[in-house]
């Protein structure tokens, strides 16, 4: 396997142990924007923040993971699959371009 | 940082960041038809997976507040500007849509603070860092640091803009500002360490230390 491969696997393995893994040692604590918005205008009330935020715009697209772990390899796969195809598109359309 | 639904009612705000992210994106496809090194294909993967990663991660800071990589930073360099705002579109859009972090109506505001500012503008920023540092590991890693740091305050600034336009009290802009001046301190912190185990292994796969100063940019 070439130097690049291993490079590639080794950050995969990386990503997915952070996102599968890491990611159970996050902070629950508001984010920097949530905070801003709770001290700022909510006094505090997180029942406020959520006012603000309403409801979700198309239903559906706040799925309940039941396990942190499928989350990240779920996120990790999507991301690591949309970004390789969009880069490998570019790709092809600029060798049909190129050729007579 | 992400945005969610319903937090921005200002329309214009809501319609001009839409439309300039449309354009960013669209200008990056065309830069990177163009300009694309043939390094650079496995890596737009591994870095959008590894950015998403990243943000999953919510460190505590003081105040009852968390913050999380942005890696906007992080993507500029390791793919240059254009990939690197591409690579923030893919992870914001999944997130919006696959994890409900981050709003659908306002994927463009997040773009803009995530792609374009800290991505495209980050990138830039670091090239006139850089250019002031000297050229080795230590000076690219200063000038990474720096520019890491203050992307996420620049964001966290143009993100409180957007708030105040849709309502939200002037208090927002210092709040935003302070928190994340300390969030970007972690920010720099793990831009840092991940283009140090770049360097250390792959350092032609790092597209702003293959670019010397004054050298035509990459994809």
């Known amino acids: ?100 | 940082m992400h945005i969610p639904d319903g937090f921005l009612s200002h329309g214009p705000t809501i319609a001009a960041t839409s439309a300039a992210s449309a354009g960013a994106v669209a200008y990056s496809l065309r830069a990177v038809r163009t300009k694309l090194d043939e390094r650079q294909v496995p890596m737009v993967g591994l870095t959008a997976a590894f950015v998403f990663a990243g943000q999953m991660v919510n460190f505590p800071i003081a105040f009852g507040t968390s913050g999380h990589l942005l890696g906007g930073v992080l993507a500029g360099l390791l793919l240059g500007p254009w990939l690197g705002c591409l690579v923030m579109a893919v992870v914001l859009l999944v997130q919006a849509i696959g994890f409900g972090d981050g709003g659908i109506t306002v994927i463009g505001a997040n773009i803009s603070l995530m792609g374009v500012i800290a991505a495209i503008g980050g990138y830039y920023v670091f090239r006139g860092v850089a250019a002031l540092l000297p050229r080795s590991r230590a000076g690219f890693l200063g000038a990474a640091g720096f520019t890491a740091w203050l992307s996420v305050v620049a964001a966290s600034a143009v993100a409180a803009v957007y708030l105040l336009l849709s309502g939200f009290p002037q208090q927002v802009l210092a709040y935003m500002i302070g928190l994340h001046a300390v969030i970007g301190i972690g920010e720099a912190a793990i831009t840092v360490l991940v283009l140090s185990a770049v360097l250390a292994s792959r350092p032609d796969l790092v597209a702003a230390w293959r670019a010397p100063a004054g050298e035509a940019v990459t994809a």
């Open chain 1, 1 to 100: 396997m070439t130097s690049g491969r291993w490079f590639l696997l080794a950050g995969l393995l990386a990503a997915l142990a952070i996102g599968m893994g890491v990611s159970y040692a996050a902070s629950g604590q508001p984010d920097g924007l949530e905070s801003a918005v709770l001290k700022a205008a909510c006094d505090g009330d997180e029942a406020c923040l959520e006012g603000h935020a309403g409801p979700p715009v198309v239903s559906g697209l706040d799925p309940d993971y039941s396990s942190g772990w499928l989350a990240g390899l779920t996120g990790v796969a999507a991301c690591f699959v949309i970004g390789s195809g969009l880069v490998l598109a570019v790709r092809r359309r600029r060798a049909a371009e190129a050729s007579p």
